[in-house]
T-cell receptor, first 116, second 112 residues
Framework: GAVVSQHPSRVICKSGTSVKIECRSL??????MFWYRQFPKQSLMLMAT?????????EQGVEKDKFLINHASLTLSTLTVTSAHPEDSSFYIC????????????FGPGTRLLVL | QKEVEQNSGPLSVPEGAIASLNCTYS??????FFWYRQYSGKSPELIMF??SNGDKEDGRFTAQLNKASQYVSLLIRDSQPSDSATYLC????????????WGAGTKLIIKP
């Protein structure tokens, strides 16, 4: 499998501030990472696909200028929520590819964001 | 629109019984199939993957794939209360770069 870490695990911020979430692949060089968002009692929603060394691919309806993704190395991708508002409060989860059989996603532990 | 369908549940199963979770998918070109478990407030964790027709067993878990009927299922034998979680089915297309199409998940409750 693959070991994925996320930091921070929980963040509370004021409306209008920006929050950066880090996702690290600890034992696998990931050319591709994924960012998801999950609201309470709802299913996973893919926000964007993060590609090392190139621009991220955003899903329809996700604002690329609001959710900035940087995948500068094979082990680190960051998601910055700019000018966060209460409606951005959610559970943000990253995943990365692993080596177990077919191409498999392994998830980080997630970051819970609360915007006041 | 490629879709993966799951019954949202909740599916209630008595402890010790077999829990059966089902998933159907729309794209015949799908190649790999995954089951993830997600506990409340936690991120998903991989349980099993399968890509050949038939059964694949891992401990108390058995994944079953039928490509002709376009369904994949997960059986949990000797269900335990700790198996209570939401189970997500995900499907990968041929040559996909790790990208998955996700079902909405089935909530499973194991009653002691």
């Amino acid at each position: 499998g693959a070991v994925v870490s996320q930091h921070p695990s929980r963040v509370i911020c004021k409306s209008g501030t920006s929050v950066k979430i880090e996702c690290r692949s600890l034992d696998f060089q990931a050319t591709t990472m994924f960012w998801y968002r999950q609201f309470p009692k709802q299913s996973l929603m893919l926000m964007a696909t993060s590609n090392e060394g190139s621009k991220a691919t955003y899903e329809q309806g996700v604002e690329k200028d609001k959710f900035l993704i940087n995948h500068a190395s094979l082990t680190l991708s960051t998601l910055t929520v700019t000018s966060a508002h209460p409606e951005d409060s959610s559970f943000y989860i990253c995943s990365t590819g692993g080596l177990a059989g077919p191409k498999t996603q392994y998830f980080g532990p997630g970051t819970r964001l609360l915007v006041l | 629109q490629k879709e993966v369908e799951q019954n949202s549940g909740p599916l209630s199963v008595p402890e010790g019984a077999i829990a059966s979770l089902n998933c159907t998918y729309s794209d015949r070109g799908s190649q790999s199939f995954f089951w993830y478990r997600q506990y409340s407030g936690k991120s998903p964790e991989l349980i099993m993957f399968i890509y050949s027709n038939g059964d694949k067993e891992d401990g108390r878990f058995t994944a079953q794939l039928n490509k002709a009927s376009q369904y994949v299922s997960l059986l949990i034998r000797d269900s335990q209360p700790s198996d209570s979680a939401t189970y997500l089915c995900a499907v990968a297309e041929r040559d996909s770069n790790y990208q998955l199409i996700w079902g909405a998940g089935t909530k499973l409750i194991i009653k002691p």
